[in-house]
């Protein structure tokens, strides 16, 4: 089974919130969830986001990922450790390349 954490969209039309739920990735996006571990609000300058920080490790210890919302939105809270960038590496030319045909 996998476990996704991500939005689920409520309240009425123009007024949208959101639960932060933990789901089976194979569930719609309003359906059944697991557990719901936080809500967030994007209509708030700035957006609030509550989440349970045990509860968001203990399912990140147990292999659920984030969905690409959900992690944008726990690594501007802190919760997450933002990826370092890629060190870009010069180029070099291939050592098989230079050799010519025999």
């Known amino acids: ?9 409520t309240g009425k ?3 949208v919130s959101y639960r932060v739920v933990v789901a089976d990735s194979r569930s719609p996006c309003n359906g059944a969830c697991i557990e719901q571990i936080g809500s967030y609000n994007p209509r ?10 045990d509860r968001l490790h203990y399912w990140l210890e147990r292999g659920a990922t984030p969905s690409l ?5 726990l690594k501007r809270q802190g919760l997450i450790a933002k990826p370092a960038p ?11 390349s230079a050799k010519p045909a025999e």
């Open 1 to 9: 089974m996998s476990v996704r954490i991500r939005l689920s969209r």
């Open 13 to 15: 039309k123009a007024q």
């Open 44 to 53: 708030q300058d700035p957006p609030l986001a509550v989440i349970k920080t």
């Open 69 to 73: 919302t959900v992690s944008q939105i």
């Open 86 to 96: 890629a060190a870009a590496k010069p180029l070099e030319p291939a050592a098989d």
